[in-house]
């Protein structure tokens, strides 16, 4: 289901900066979509986690995608 969620907000991303929106506001409507799909699972620590990654912020998210290329 994970792999589906990132390939959909792949998808998602690519079609907003075609439409002429920024990555960040790319990632903030793929965010309020990864919340919707937390909120749908039924354990309450997985959902936890899930909101937590959910809720990284743009910036946080930057600093651990270049951490992640420079590796």
Known sequence: MLRLAGVTCTITAVLMVVAGCSWQQAYYGGQ??????????????????CLSNANMTYEDYRRQTEGTKKD
């Open 32 to 49: 309020g979509w990864q919340r919707n799909m937390c909120n749908k699972l039924v354990d309450q620590t997985e959902r936890e986690r």
